[in-house]
C-alpha cells in the first residue's frame, strides 16, 4: 500500500535519529559514569524485556509454549558454553519440533 | 562471537521479512526498513501495527517503532566514548548501533577488542539482516507461518544469548528479573510493544532506588567485575 511508504521513511528516519543524537551529544555525556552506568543498567534490563516478551507473551496474554521450552533448553546451553548460533539454531529446532510432534503452540 | 551473532539474527530476518510480506507491505518498502530503519524490534513493532490497523495504523506504527528505538540512542551515547570515531564516520557508527553490536562490544574486556567487537557485530549483523530480509520477503508466502521453524524461539535465544554475558552480579541479575517481572504484568494491561519500554527503565530505577537502602553494599559487590 502505497500509504505505507510514509510509516516506512518516517518511521526510519525516527529511529535513526535516536542513533545519531548519541553521537551528537557532546562527549562529557558519554565520558559522565553515571550516564554510562545507566545506559550499561537499560541495556541488561531491555534485554531481558525483550527476552520475556519474546518468549512468554502472545496477544495480551502470558504462555508458557514451546518457546518457553526451546528458551530452557537454550539456558542450559549458555551456561554450558557453548556456541552462540548452535544455542540459538538449536532452540529453533526445538520450538519447531514441539509445535510438529507434540502440537504445542 | 561477532559472525555467529550475525548469522543468527540475520536468519530471524527471514521472519521479519516473510511478516512484513505478510502485513501488506511491498518488498521494496520491507528492504528499506532493514536499510534504513536496521532496529529488529523497532521494524517488528512497525509491521506488526501495520499488519492490524492498516493505515489507519500508520502513526501509530511510527511512534511504536520510535520509542523502541529510544535504547539505540543510549548505546549510541556509550559507542561514542569507546569508539572515538571522526565526524565522517559517525553516521555509519549510528546506524550500526543496535542491540546487538553494543552487547557484544559491552562483554569484552578491553577498548581494543570492544572497538573491534562493535564493527564486526554491527556490520555482520547489517549484512545479514538484509540479506536474509530479502530472502523473507521474497519467499513470503512459501515460508508460511515462521513460528512453523521456531524462527520466533531463534529470537528469543538471541535475546538471552546476549544478556547472558551480563549476568554476573547480583545488580544486574536483579535488574533483569524486575525487568522481566514488570514486562510480564504490563503485557497484560498494555498493547504489545510498549511493555518493554516501560518495564526496562522501571527496573533500573527500582535497582538505584534499592542501592540507597540498606542493600547497598550487596548490590555495588562485583559490581566492575
Redo the contacts between chains.
Keep these: ?1 502505497p ?14 535519529s ?8 557532546p ?1 562529557k ?3 559522565n559514569k553515571k ?2 552506568r ?20 502472545s ?4 504462555v508458557l509454549d ?2 518457553a521450552l ?2 530452557g533448553v ?2 542450559i546451553m ?1 551456561w554450558r558454553k557453548l ?3 548452535l ?11 514441539a ?2 510432534f507434540l502440537g504445542w503452540a | 562471537m561477532s559472525l555467529g551473532v550475525g548469522l543468527a539474527t540475520g536468519l530471524y530476518g527471514i521472519s521479519f521479512g516473510a511478516l512484513s510480506s505478510a502485513a501488506g507491505l511491498s518488498l521494496l518498502q520491507t528492504q528499506v526498513l532493514s536499510l534504513v530503519m536496521f532496529s529488529g524490534g523497532s521494524q517488528f513493532a512497525l509491521v506488526g501495527v501495520l499488519a492490524s490497523g492498516g493505515v489507519a495504523g500508520v502513526i501509530p506504527a511510527i511512534i511504536s517503532a520510535w520509542i523502541l528505538g529510544i535504547r539505540n540512542g543510549f548505546y549510541a551515547l556509550r559507542m561514542n566514548g569507546v569508539l572515538a570515531v571522526p565526524v565522517t564516520l559517525k553516521a555509519i557508527a549510528a546506524q550500526l548501533t543496535i542491540d546487538e553490536s553494543n552487547a557484544v562490544s559491552m562483554a569484552q574486556e578491553n577498548q581494543k577488542d570492544s572497538r573491534l567487537g562493535f564493527w564486526l557485530t554491527g556490520g555482520s549483523v547489517f549484512v545479514f539482516w538484509n540479506l536474509f530480509t530479502f530472502l523473507g520477503a521474497l519467499l513470503g508466502s512459501s515460508v508460511g507461518d515462521p513460528s512453523q521453524w521456531g524462527l520466533d524461539a531463534a529470537a528469543a535465544a538471541a535475546f538471552l544469548g546476549l544478556l547472558w554475558p551480563s549476568l554476573k552480579n547480583l545488580r544486574s541479575n536483579l535488574i533483569a528479573l524486575l525487568a522481566v517481572i514488570f514486562t510480564l504484568a504490563l503485557a497484560l494491561v498494555v498493547p504489545s510493544g510498549i511493555p518493554v519500554i516501560i518495564a526496562a527503565p522501571l527496573a533500573v530505577l527500582t535497582v538505584y532506588a534499592l542501592a540507597k537502602t540498606k542493600l547497598s553494599k550487596k548490590l555495588e559487590a562485583g559490581e566492575d567485575a
Excluded: H, N
Design positions: 500500500m500509504e505505507f511508504w510514509l510509516a516506512v521513511i518516517i518511521g526510519s528516519l525516527a529511529v535513526y535516536w542513533k545519531l543524537i548519541g553521537y551528537i551529544l562527549k555525556f558519554s565520558e550516564v554510562a545507566f545506559a550499561g543498567a537499560l541495556t541488561i534490563a531491555l534485554l531481558a524485556a525483550l527476552t520475556a516478551v519474546q518468549s512468554f507473551t496477544d495480551k496474554e502470558i514451546s518457546r526451546a528458551l537454550a539456558a549458555f556456541p552462540f548460533i544455542v540459538v539454531a538449536s532452540a529453533a529446532a526445538v520450538a519447531a519440533a509445535r510438529y
